[in-house]
């Protein structure tokens, strides 16, 4: 079973990822690693420090990793996962806290400003509805990678023993940042 773990950089879906990986022992592909490590892209916007993937590519790669697979879990990290995987589990931030977290990677004024709005507007969040089949959503202001590993646990074990009911406290839409958009 694919499930993408995407959110706008600076949500935690690495640290979490990694955490996941050691404690559950579950496959994890951190998609923009594997995109920069195999060229799966089209050209590099030096602008935004970033490589654009050629999507069509990705994919192929992908179905050839999961090939075989489709019984195991396996975790699709990246701020692109939505547009792969047809479950999805969105980290979201404040955007206060998110400012800060990109500030201490070291991020232009305007690569931060552009991903603190996105968060605010809920992009990814409003094309993981174009894109996927089930959407799921974290609020992990002020959690530990711990507290937020648990909520993602709690969110697939409910996935694989069919209760998907009981997951309402991570329906998508209750967060909401908008008023802070200047």
């Not at 999961?66 to 019984?71: P, Q, T, V």
């Amino acid at each position: 079973m694919l499930i993408g773990l995407t959110g706008t950089p600076g949500t935690g879906k690495t640290s979490v990822s990694k955490f996941l990986e050691r404690k559950r022992h579950w496959k994890v592909i951190h998609l923009n690693d594997l995109i920069k490590e195999e060229h799966l892209y089209t050209e590099t916007d030096e602008e935004r420090d970033a490589v654009i993937a050629d999507m069509e590519l990705v994919r192929q790669r992908l179905a050839e990793i999961f090939s075989g697979k489709e019984n195991e879990v396996v975790i699709l990290e990246s701020h692109l996962a939505h547009y792969i995987a047809d479950i999805v589990i969105i980290l979201r931030v404040h955007p206060t806290e998110l400012k800060i977290r990109l500030k201490a990677r070291g991020y232009s004024e305007e690569k931060i400003r552009e991903n603190v709005e996105a968060e605010a507007l809920d992009v990814i969040l409003v094309e993981a509805f174009e894109w996927c089949e089930k959407v799921f959503e974290i609020n992990t202001t002020g959690m530990n990678i711990e507290e937020t590993g648990q909520n993602i646990e709690k969110i697939i074990d409910h996935i694989l023993s069919g209760n998907e009911e009981e997951l309402s406290e991570y329906k998508p839409g209750s967060i909401n940042w908008i008023d802070l958009v200047p």
